[in-house]
């Protein structure tokens, strides 16, 4: 037996809605959030479509394990063309969306067109409404999840800011305040459909499992295992990122632990400053800035700290990427690069003052926020050649893992192949940390479904190489994506392909082998990467920054660009060589970055290549 999926079709434009069930034979090629999001992004969106028109769908799915007790199974997946870069890629939050989403009965739900005037959409058990939200428009994300959860408790809440209002391309927002979404301009494409929240209450529709004493068995053994790790204790002390040491005290003090629903870690973190010049403010947010403008102690610097991720928050700007074009804007400025003249009159300075004020600006797309607004590449813009390098970005986002200064690992190297630009929730294991000795990744790969043929080549091999382990490290990622799981290394850590099988099978009752999930979600990854591709997205994508190439100062410390074991600096040449290897070990064509048609028959998708000018093989 096959667990049959719902989808809710809505259209903004009319307000029509129908509900379908997905085709049965589909769960057994794809599955759930990341694979069916991929596929239906594909059927059901024309290339070149512009990410701001009533055209571009949002796509939103959950899993088959959401819902369920399986450990860190939040995940809600949003697939869309995101307006910072033009890339078809798919957002991931925890927060109780995908919970809810099931709960009344569906697996997707496809929002197309464009409302007259702003709404939120409110989804029941019984009934789908476009509500008016007049009211609701220009309050902040914080805001406008109070006023809905006041009226509509049990429910989850993706709602937008004033910068998605004024489609703000380096736009985020939230699930529940607390798991962030859409970093690159979903909420941009909400504001751009007039959409101000999406709103699931809770309904009754029963978990669906087939096999629920293998189930609970799996689950419980999970729980133990969990519960009995010493570091959870440290994470939920700590939380994910602990704070630097002269901060932890007033840390520890000042956060609170919250967790997803299902997951014992805990490590999201809600702040609470009850004194000092911002007394009163509640915040959440997963680790501490690491940003002390100009602050005179570190008490000052944390309080900073904390109102500045709260002013992204509230507005829905991307924090990554307005840090890095803060900081690199106000160097440029330092230098004499910019002038006055280009910030339209504004002294920059790194303080806390001048931080807000862009903050505002860029929500308001008011001045140089008109800049901002746009994203890390918008400063080569304005600045021309002088400000390349000033900010490290790939594919129009700037980077979350420096390799100058962790190393090259998995995670530092993805960035630059996941079509959706430098990312951190692309692929990681089990390079979070560095040194690790080399055993380890033969190990974790054993974990993470690399096969007995590709294990013994890389063993062999004797050395880490981030071209080749990224591949199974992507696949891996995706097929956590898949099932709704979560994918961070402390939940992660837990699953071992065979137990992720034998789970797939008690709820869905498809028998799927190790080697069949692998498979599953390589094919899913690779449908995502054949929407970036049809939009033109090939290897001169996918280069490292030019930053990584020129020394990083930090607390008076020149940093280079160095390999995983931080023994080697590395060149371009090196970088280069170790996309070689990645695309060799996808089966792509090294050359173009592509995909070939060998590659599309062996994983079944070989319907996909018309239309696209693809290597026929490598
Ligand atoms: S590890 Fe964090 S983000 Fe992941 S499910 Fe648990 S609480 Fe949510």
Redesign the pocket.
Known sequence: MSIPSRILYVNLTDGSSRAETIDPSLPRDLIGGYGINNKLAYDLMPPGIDPLSPENLIIIGAGPFAGTLV?????ILITTRFPINGAFATAA???SFALMLKSVGYDHVVISGRARDPVFLSLTEEKLELVDAGDLWGMDTYETDDALRSRYEPCSIIPIGPAGENLVKNSITFVDK??TIGRGGLPAVMGSKNLKAIIVQLGKVPMRMTDRLTFHRLVNRLHDRIMSWPNRQV?QDNG?MPAPPDMSEVHRRTRRP???????????VMVCLDEGPYAGLRTYM?HISAHRFSAKNSTEAYEQSIKYSDALNRYGIGGTNFSGLFYSIVDLYQQGIITREDTGGIELKNDIETALELIRMTAYRKGLGEVLAEGPAEIERLVGERAIGSIAHIKGNAIVRDPRIGGLGTMEFEQMTTPRGAHIAAAGSPSYDPGRPFADFVRHGERMGVSAQALKWLEESGVFNPGRYSKYSEDWYALFNCLSL???A??NRFYHIDTIAALYTAVTGIESSPEELMHIAERAWTIGKLLSVREGFDRRHDHAPVAWFHPLIRSGEEHRITDYDRTTNLTRGDLERFLDDYYDERGYDRVSGLPTREKLRELGLESMAEGLNLPEGR
């Open positions: 450990p860190g199974s939040a995940k939050a925890g927060g607390a798991g994470i994910l919250l967790a997803c629903p299902s997951c014992p870690l805990a490590d999201k997963p979560c994918n961070r402390q939940v």
